[in-house]
């Protein structure tokens, strides 16, 4: 490996761009390798939505605690079906209220219910966009 090869030559310019004060290296390198864009085989996709169908409501209660989780945990299933949702990624589509009101419906008190009714919607919400960004559908 010399500088010619990879493109620096007295220490200002790099093969894919000038080197200048506000830009660092790395950001040249992904602006032109395209390596924003991601392409995944189709049997990686149907996997990903496999996990992602199964994925357990208690990965998503992250800074609960254990008790809580617990009890959510156990009635992932009767939630899900009050709310008519099929998987827990659909929770991004439920309303932070009514899923409040199952949450309290469990034995969580109002206020806890509201609070983490709201990070899963939120925390779902982000899992869908990363799929979306996939072209992964669930």
Do not use: C, W
Not at 53 to 68: M, N, P, R, V, W
Not at 90 to 95: F, I, S, T, Y
């Amino acid at each position: 490996m010399n500088p010619t090869n990879i493109g620096f030559v007295d220490g200002d310019y790099v093969g894919l761009g000038t080197v200048s004060r506000d830009e660092s290296i790395g950001s040249q390198i992904l602006e032109k390798s395209s390596a924003g864009r991601i392409e995944i085989d189709k049997r990686l996709k149907v996997k990903i939505r496999k996990i992602m169908e199964k994925l357990d409501i208690s990965l998503l209660l992250d800074g609960i605690t254990k008790a809580d989780r617990d009890t959510i945990d156990l009635k992932q299933d009767i939630i899900k079906k009050n709310l008519e949702t099929e998987n827990v990624i659909d929770l991004h589509k439920v309303n932070v209220s009514d899923l409040g009101d199952e949450l309290s419906k469990i034995g969580l008190d109002e206020e806890k219910a509201g609070k983490i009714a709201q990070q899963i919607i939120q925390t779902t919400g982000v899992y869908k966009n990363a799929l979306t960004e996939l072209s992964i559908t669930i």
